[in-house]
C-alpha cells in the first residue's frame, strides 16, 4: 500500500492506482472528460491537471500513478485558472446550443462550465463546421459538438472489439469517424454513445422526445435473450422514449443494439396482445381459455394418433429461467416426449 496526501488528507492506495482514482476514492473531485473508469487512461483532455511537490509543472492525474510519501494537490489557483483556460478553449470551438441540445441537463462540458461559471468567451476564432450528417439508422453524430476525448474509439476498441471510428487528420482538422468517413456501419451497440460526455454522439431514436428531468427512469431487464443485461427505460407519458443501463449492474452498462436500441416493439400498434385462432383460412383474436383449449385438444388428438414422440417443444431464448424449465417439464411430464430445444441452439 502507498501513503500519499492529497489537498492536506492522508490516503492510502494501492500501488497501482493513478492519483485521480486515489483521490476520488478518497472523495476528492477531480474534473475530467476523457477519463472513463472502464477504459485506459488517455491524458487528453488535461482538466484533471493536479500539482506534486518535487515536479515542476502540472501533471494529469489520470496517468500519474501513486507514489509514497506524495503531496498532491488539486484546486490551487493555479490549477484552477488551467482548468477554466482549457474549457474556454474547448467551448471556442463549440457550437454551444445547450437549449436544443439532446445532451443538455446530462453533459459532462456544460457541467463543467456551469461549476467553472464559463459564460462568455475570451477566445475567437475559425469554429468547425460540418454540413453533412451519418446516414446510419440509430446514431447522430455531430461532430461540431465533439471535444476528441477519444471515449468514443476506446470503447469500440477496448469493450466492443470493433474497431469501427478513430481519429482522422490531424491538428485543427482532427475528427472521429468511420473509415473514409463513410456512413458509421458497425454493431450499433451504443457504447459510443453511452460514454460520449457531449452531445456529440446521441440516438436518433430519442431526438426531440424529452429532456431527462421530465422522464421517469424504470430499471428493468432486457427481454430480448437469456443474458439478462439491465436496463434503464426512460419513461415519458407511459412511453419509452430511449434506454440505458448504469456502469453498476452486472453488465457494467454495455448493451447490444436490441437492448439499447429496440425498443419500439414496446407500444407498436403491431404488437400481438390476445391468442390468434385461424378459423377458414383467417386469424381470428380469441380468448386465453379457448387458445388453450384448442391446443390441448389437437395435442391431445395428435399424441394419440402419432404417440407422443410425433410432438416436439422448441423453447425461447426471450424467457426466463423459471419459464423454460416449466416449458421443458410440461413437453417430458405431460406431453410425454424429450423432444425438447431452444431457439439458442438453432
Ligand atoms: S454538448 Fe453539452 S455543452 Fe455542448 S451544446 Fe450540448 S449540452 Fe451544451
Ligand atoms: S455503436 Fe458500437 S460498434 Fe458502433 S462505433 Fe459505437 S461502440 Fe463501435
Ligand atoms: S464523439 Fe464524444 S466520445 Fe467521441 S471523441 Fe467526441 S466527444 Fe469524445
Not at 289 to 300: C, G, H, I, R, Y
Request: hydrophobic share 35%; aromatic share 8%; net charge positive.
Amino acid at each position: 500500500m502507498i501513503n500519499l496526501t492529497i489537498d492536506g488528507k492522508n490516503v492510502i492506495a494501492g500501488k497501482d492506482m493513478t492519483v485521480l482514482d486515489a483521490a476520488r476514492r478518497a472523495g476528492i473531485s477531480i474534473p475530467t472528460l476523457c477519463h472513463h473508469p472502464k477504459l485506459t487512461s488517455f491524458g487528453g483532455c488535461r482538466l484533471c491537471l493536479v500539482e506534486i511537490e518535487g515536479i515542476p509543472r502540472p501533471v494529469t492525474s489520470c496517468t500519474t500513478l501513486v507514489g509514497e510519501n506524495m503531496v498532491v494537490k488539486t484546486s490551487t489557483p493555479h490549477i484552477v485558472e488551467l482548468r477554466k483556460t482549457i474549457l474556454e478553449l474547448l467551448l471556442s470551438d463549440h457550437p454551444n446550443d445547450c437549449m436544443v441540445c439532446e445532451k443538455a441537463g446530462d453533459c459532462t462540458l456544460q457541467d463543467l462550465a456551469y461549476y467553472y461559471g464559463i459564460s462568455e468567451n475570451p477566445y475567437e476564432g475559425e469554429r468547425r463546421t460540418y454540413e453533412t450528417r451519418d446516414g446510419n439508422p440509430f446514431i447522430e453524430r455531430d461532430m461540431e459538438k465533439c471535444i476528441l476525448c477519444s471515449r468514443c474509439v476506446k470503447v469500440c476498441d477496448e469493450v466492443q472489439g470493433v474497431g469501427a471510428i478513430d481519429f482522422a487528420y490531424r491538428g485543427f482538422q482532427s475528427k472521429i469517424c468511420p473509415p473514409f468517413e463513410r456512413d458509421l456501419d458497425c454493431e450499433f451497440c451504443g457504447q459510443c454513445v453511452a460514454v460520449c460526455p457531449t452531445g456529440a454522439l446521441t440516438g436518433k431514436l430519442w431526438a426531440h422526445k424529452g429532456r431527462q428531468k421530465n422522464v421517469n427512469k424504470v430499471d428493468t431487464v432486457c427481454t430480448y435473450c437469456g443474458t439478462g443485461c439491465n436496463l434503464t427505460l426512460h419513461v415519458k407519458n407511459n412511453d419509452i422514449i430511449r434506454v440505458d443501463s448504469a456502469m453498476s449492474t452486472w453488465n457494467e452498462g454495455w448493451l447490444c443494439a436490441k437492448g439499447r436500441f429496440g425498443y419500439s416493439f414496446v407500444s407498436s400498434p403491431d404488437r400481438l396482445k390476445t391468442p390468434l385462432i385461424k378459423k377458414r383460412g383467417k386469424f381470428k383474436e380469441v380468448s386465453w381459455d379457448e387458445a388453450l383449449d384448442f391446443t390441448a385438444s389437437k395435442l391431445k388428438n395428435i399424441i394419440k394418433k402419432h404417440g407422443a414422440d410425433s410432438v416436439g417443444g422448441l423453447s425461447s431464448a426471450r424467457c426466463t429461467t423459471e419459464e423454460n424449465y416449466l416449458f421443458q417439464k410440461f413437453i417430458r411430464a405431460a406431453v410425454g416426449t424429450n423432444n425438447v430445444d431452444h431457439c439458442a441452439r438453432l
